[in-house]
T-cell receptor
Framework: KAGVTQTPRYLIKTRGQQVTLSCSPI?????VSWYQQTPGQGLQFLFE???????NKGNFPGRFSGRQFSNSRSEMNVSTLELGDSALYLC????????????FGEGSRLTVL | GENVEQHPSTLSVQEGDSAVIKCTYS??????FPWYKQELGKRPQLIID?????GEKKDQRIAVTLNKTAKHFSLHITETQPEDSAVYFC?????????????FGTGTRLKVLA
């Protein structure tokens, strides 16, 4: 069974640009969540989608948005990039909407210059 | 607000010794507490979890204890080995009506010295 796949793995943007990251969950997993990982800050929750609906959102500005498609694939978008947005963005999937094991992708490393 | 505090941020132990990492959560409604291990350059992976109706859970050299009254939980690793060196994250679930989000601690970098 294929794991969680994130694309692109690495990208470099400049301030003011926007970026779209993609996440393909494990087949059959309907819940996808996104996290921002920076040194010293751990994993900060961005949002979670289940069956194309955003069910939870973390404390990030409106520049961060996401969506989920009918095949459970998810995208997150960051507009008007700032230097502080440089981070590893991790996506995770799980089978149901209940609390349980998260299966993480390898992440998309975003560098904002 | 929603918060999970994790200590220590770094921990060095001699091979064969035990390691303990502690976390405190703020939301008394949290009922699921996983621990993830992230090796350098790799994705986080679940190593053990505990639900609020259980006080302790053990899996070989790893154990987790939960004190709901004090709102803290701990990871215990016995007989540490060099391959235990990694960053460990605790988390607490929060949510109602079947929706959940996980609040993670800031991580503990464990170094096992040979």
């Amino acid at each position: 069974k294929a794991g969680v796949t994130q694309t692109p793995r690495y990208l470099i943007k400049t301030r003011g640009q926007q970026v779209t990251l993609s996440c393909s969950p494990i087949s059959g997993h309907r819940s996808v969540s996104w996290y921002q990982q920076t040194p010293g800050q751990g994993l900060q929750f961005l949002f979670e989608y289940f069956s194309e609906t955003q069910r939870n959102k973390g404390n990030f500005p409106g520049r961060f948005s996401g969506r989920q498609f009918s095949n459970s694939r998810s995208e997150m978008n960051v507009s008007t990039l700032e230097l502080g947005d440089s981070a590893l963005y991790l996506c995770a999937s799980k089978t149901t909407g209940q609390a349980g094991e998260l299966f993480f992708g390898e992440g998309s490393r975003l560098t904002v210059l | 607000g929603e918060n999970v505090e994790q200590h220590p941020s770094t921990l060095s132990v001699q091979e064969g010794d035990s390691a303990v990492i502690k976390c405190t959560y703020s939301d008394s409604a949290s009922n699921y507490f996983p621990w993830y291990k992230q090796e350098l350059g790799k994705r986080p992976q679940l190593i053990i979890d505990i639900r609020s109706n259980v006080g302790e859970k053990k899996d070989q050299r790893i154990a987790v204890t939960l004190n709901k009254t004090a709102k803290h939980f701990s990871l215990h690793i016995t007989e540490t080995q060099p391959e235990d060196s990694a960053v460990y994250f605790c988390a607490a679930s929060q949510g109602t009506s079947g929706t959940y989000k996980y609040i993670f601690g800031t991580g503990t970098r464990l170094k096992v010295l040979a």
